[in-house]
């Protein structure tokens, strides 16, 4: 039976910028991989993808594992947004009309006590106090003021338990910010606003279960985020569309990294849910080279690079789950070797331990591990899974620890490797 991560570890990352080169993505060391082993070793998750089913038994804990790191990795917008609002009111009261700066205290100070039902209440006034006023009042920043006070608002209502109504507040808030991208009217930090509330009404919607409004808003900010970005293409050659050419996304100077990163995460994740990976793969790519952009770009944070990984990952699993073609074996294989090495020299590079670092890590010798596997190359798919092992139980992980060991025990079982063949 095969392990979660052989099914699941690349499972769910594409590329970056110039991470890998243009060239056929077929690295040394991988040329011993075959249809028929390809096939009993990745034949589960791909029917797990193509059917869109439960993850088979014992792949649920590392499943969720990789996409945590993601889903809770990247999306930090909302959140820095009601930071914020905090700062503004603290550094800048000036800037808001005084008869609201009352209010505005009293529901900062409820939130943070968790008061939520009072905290809603002076929300809800401070909102219809700035609703009642010309932007001249306002003095600047209307729709970010605004927003800004409707996003904490429905945060307290998703704090209390209430998503619907935090949705409505969210849709609300978001009406101004497509208006203004159809007339083109909104500054850089509006629309880095606007894909924002667009990403978390996506989120939303996927809680409540409103899957075509989930699809609407989070398309919705993607193509806002493509549209105002530069992209072109790193390869100097393409000769079939099975050779993934890497584009070199250059973001807007407005643009926040991890927020812009986040909803193209999301929208193909929707797509894999769907089953319509074709969509998902370019997602992944304009996310990854976003997350670790290629020279002469800037470099992007050790966490950044770490989520730039995990994409990886992504488009390994993306590339099996399309195809059990040996060529394409080889492609996933690339990337999530090439994710462990950005993962290991990131590691090695920082000073103190980052999570998402410390997690991603043990997918990515996973899944290098089942490719080799694979392979029948054992000893080096044994040293990968224990290298997995021992982060796991470093981590104190341990159900996941259980699903690596049960690898290695399924590995030491099995047949000779390739080597003791010979």
Known sequence: MTSYFRLHRASRSIPLGRALSSRPLVPRGTQNL?????????????????????????????????????????????????????????????????????????????????????????????????????????EGDVLLKLSGVSIALADVLEQSSQPQKAYDVYRDAFQPFQQGVSSNTLSGPELQRGISIAHKLGILAEELGYLEDEEKWLTWAAEVIIRNSSTRNTSKERKDSSNLSE?????????????????????????????????????????????????????????????????????????????????????AEAWAQKSLSVLESTRSQSWSKISICEEAVIAAYHGVAGFREAANDKPAARKLYSAALKQAQALNLEEETQIIEKCIDDLDNSGPSQSAQK
């Open 247 to 331: 584009p070199e996304m250059v973001l807007p100077e407005w643009a926040s990294v991890t927020d812009v990163a986040a909803p193209l995460d999301a929208l193909a994740m929707l797509y894999v849910r769907q089953g319509k990976l074709e969509y998902a793969l370019p997602l992944y790519l304009h996310a990854a080279s976003i997350l670790i952009p290629p020279p002469p770009q800037k470099e992007g944070s050790p966490e950044d690079r770490c989520r730039g990984a995990v994409m990886m990952l992504k488009i390994s699993d993306l590339l099996i789950q399309g195809s059990a073609k040996p060529e394409t074996a080889h492609q």
């Open 34 to 138: 075959n249809s028929s082993t390809l096939r009993s070793v990745l034949a589960p998750r791909i029917r797990y993808a193509s059917t869109s089913s439960s993850p088979p038994p014992g792949h649920d804990a590392l499943g969720r594992r990789l996409w945590s790191l993601t889903t809770v990795g990247i999306y930090v917008g909302i959140g820095s947004l009601v930071y914020w609002l905090y700062t503004q009111w603290m550094d800048f009261g000036s800037a808001w009309p005084k008869d609201v700066l009352p209010n505005l205290r009293q529901a900062l100070l409820a939130r943070d006590q968790g008061d939520w039902a009072t905290s809603e209440i002076y929300f809800r006034s401070v909102l219809e106090i700035l609703k009642a006023k010309s932007p001249e009042e306002l």
